[in-house]
């Protein structure tokens, strides 16, 4: 089955730690797309890529750090200089160009403790 | 700036109510799509239906209808004889076609309890 998978579910930190969140897709997608949804809030952009070995800033770039070393992954890192990154992940592909849909995998629920 | 409005934090109605879900949105681009997404309690987003800013005619699948209004920037979506299975959080998009590619940006969704 395609689709994009993202882990673990759940996730535990201790504030001051690093910690990277995996997104593997097997669509074929060229464009990948990490978001940040916290409670009542819609998702807010945080990184993304369109080609493999590049990558842009979204809107909430800050503390986060991504790679894009392989088309079918693409990892976020979250950086002890994030000031409140306990929130919901949400990991995307989609088609070149564009815009196209895009789906989404599952999701990690961070907790920073 | 692009922008996206939810006016409808939380909306509750009774199975087979109809109801509709507002999207207002603000772009300087002439070129642009919108879309929903359905976000289920298991968190996953779903992808409902994408819309070009050139085509304004109204899409029904199935209990689903969205109507599309470039004069009131609009896009709102209606669920007809709702059912409890609709009960998500339902987020509408915007994406504008210049350099952006796929980049979307999202309203703050709108919590739908659809109650037996």
């Known amino acids: 089955d395609g689709g994009i998978t993202q882990s673990p579910k759940y996730l535990f930190r201790k504030e001051g730690q690093n910690v990277t969140l995996s997104c593997e897709q097997n669509?074929?997608?060229?464009?990948m797309y990490w978001y940040r949804q916290d409670p009542g809030q819609g998702l807010r952009l945080i990184y993304y890529?369109?080609?493999?070995?590049?990558?842009q800033k979204g809107d909430i770039a800050e503390g986060y750090s991504v790679s894009r070393e392989k088309k079918e992954s693409f990892p976020l890192t979250v950086t002890s200089a994030q000031k409140n990154p306990t929130a919901f992940y949400l990991c995307?592909?989609?088609?070149?160009?564009?815009?196209?849909?895009?789906?989404f995998g599952p999701g990690t629920r961070l907790t920073v403790l | 700036a692009q922008k996206v409005t939810q006016a409808q934090t939380e909306i509750s109605v009774v199975e087979k109510e109809d109801v509709t879900l507002d999207c207002v949105y603000e772009?300087?681009?002439?070129?642009?799509?919108l879309f929903w997404y359905k976000q289920p309690p298991s968190g996953e987003l779903v992808f409902l239906i994408r819309?070009?800013?050139?085509?304004?005619q109204n899409e029904i699948s199935g209990r689903y209808s969205w109507n599309f209004q470039k004069s009131t920037s609009s896009f709102n979506f209606t669920i007809t004889a709702s059912q409890v299975v609709d009960s998500a959080v339902y987020f509408c998009?915007?994406?504008?076609?210049?350099?952006?590619?796929?980049?979307?940006?999202f309203g703050e969704g709108t919590q739908l309890t659809v109650n037996p």
């Open positions: 995307a592909s989609s088609l070149a160009g564009g815009p196209n849909e895009q789906f």
């Open positions: 669509l074929n997608h060229d464009a």
């Open positions: 890529s369109q080609i493999v070995n590049d990558f």
């Open positions: 772009t300087r681009d002439t070129t642009y799509y």
């Open positions: 819309r070009n800013s050139f085509d304004e």
């Open positions: 998009a915007l994406s504008e076609r210049e350099t952006s590619g796929s980049r979307l940006t």
